[in-house]
């Protein structure tokens, strides 16, 4: 019940990845056939991905995970502004927009360029876990750069109005001599749940990692609209390429499979976990007083169910439940070794308590109904033992 921290392999993608690992093991830039064919295994991947979310080959960058894909579009733009970067643009301090309940690997970076002299602002995100595109168009400036809004949040599983901020940076006319507003998009947890289509959306810089979507772990891409002028992170070889070094072809092999499956499976499998997770929400809020549920309702990734119960601590749920075999989150993975309370749910508004008793299922592919039922049953259990032992006052 933590599927949105990771999942396992499909076996459909490990079988695509198998002849990579020893057989068709080239260096895809080597020019003998072994090498031929890994490039070739390469650009197939390249294509497939492409093919999926609407965009060009040549317009997808493969990278060694989410965290790195982040990187390389934020700093990417950065380092063009502050002159790294050969397409260097002077913009008299930049102005950049991201959201209160990003993921981290996002904030982190704007953090690092807010100490470098950035500008910054910080969407508030509203009790429901929504960014108003509204927001967004009131906070444009002549000097923004850049603006990076996620496709649905990790934690609470909100899905953000993404093709109509897209149509709000896109209107913008640029008044300096600077390139458009780039518009930056983590959708690392909407694969397999919403559409993907690049022009649809209106996004610039889009963001697919494998290890949500029943793929490998370590592997994403980076999908950066033509035009769109970005600067590599870091230099290992001649040629100026925004991501050098060997490509690990299995598990591109592995991404691409991953995401053609995720999204041909797309519809079905979200009406199938829609109405699991309603069922969940429905018991848990049934059943276990002093429980709020964290997010929009509807407006929510299809496996995602984030409560708040009061009373108890996060982390102690997290324990017990996993004496039965049940394995779920708080907060996110990301933060689970601190006990710091969730950032995303402190950017609803919602107060400390909220945050220190946030719990996290997410459903995947093989949970079923039985599953729910064991986990709802389960969790009342363990609830009352926490609270009756709690010296906290419900
Ligand atoms: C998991 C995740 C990431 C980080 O991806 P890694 O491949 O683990 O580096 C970034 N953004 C979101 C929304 C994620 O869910």
Redesign the pocket.
């Known amino acids: 019940m933590d599927h ?2 990771g999942t396992y392999l499909d076996e459909r993608v490990r079988e695509a990845m198998e002849p990579f690992w020893i057989e068709k093991f080239g260096n895809p830039s080597a020019l003998y056939k072994e090498g031929r064919e890994a490039r070739q295994a390469l650009e197939n991947a390249r294509e497939s991905v492409a093919g999926v979310i609407g965009a060009r080959g040549e317009e997808i960058i493969f990278t060694n ?4 894909s ?1 990187n390389l579009a934020i700093f990417g733009v950065a380092y063009n502004i502050i002159g790294a970067g050969k397409n260097h643009m002077s913009v008299k301090s930049p102005h950049i927009i991201t959201a209160k309940f990003e ?1 981290k ?2 904030l982190r970076h704007y953090e690092m360029l807010k100490k470098n002299g950035f500008s910054v602002t910080y969407l508030d995100v509203g009790k429901d876990g929504i960014v108003k595109a509204k927001d967004v168009k009131n906070a444009l400036r002549p000097e923004t750069v850049l603006v990076s809004i ?1 496709y ?3 934690e609470i599983g909100t899905i953000q109005p993404i093709a109509e901020i897209g149509k709000i940076i896109n209107n913008y006319k640029p008044q300096n001599n600077h390139q458009k507003i780039i518009f930056h998009c ?1 959708a ?2 909407a694969a397999g749940y919403l559409d993907l289509n690049v022009n649809k959306l209106g996004v610039d810089l889009m ?1 697919i ?4 979507i029943y793929g490998p ?2 592997i ?1 891409f980076l999908y950066v609209r033509r035009g769109v002028k970005l600067c590599s992170t870091y230099y290992s070889k001649p040629g100026d390429k925004l991501h050098s070094g060997t490509e690990n072809v299995p598990a591109i092999v592995g991404l691409a499979e991953a995401l053609e499956i995720a999204q041909t499976e797309k519809d079905k499998e979200s009406a199938r976990l829609t109405e699991l997770r309603d069922y969940f929400i429905k018991r848990i809020m049934d059943e276990i007083p002093k429980v709020f549920l964290n997010g929009h309702p509807e407006k929510r990734l299809p496996n995602n169910v984030n409560v708040s119960i009061l009373g108890v601590e996060g982390e102690a749920v997290i324990l017990y439940l996993d004496e039965y075999g049940i394995a779920c989150s708080t907060g ?1 993975a ?1 933060t689970s070794e601190s006990f710091d309370p969730s950032h995303v749910i402190l950017a609803l508004g919602k107060p400390r308590a909220h945050a220190h008793g946030s719990v996290r299922f997410t459903l995947g592919k093989r949970n079923t109904k039985e599953e729910v039922d064991f986990v709802v049953e389960t969790l009342k259990g363990v609830v009352e033992k926490l609270r009756s032992i709690s010296a906290v006052n419900v």
């Open positions: 949105a921290a995970g989410g965290t790195e982040n993921h690997s996002v996620m649905a949040n990790n983590d690392c947890q963001i990692n494998g290890s949500k772990k370590g994403s996110s990301c």
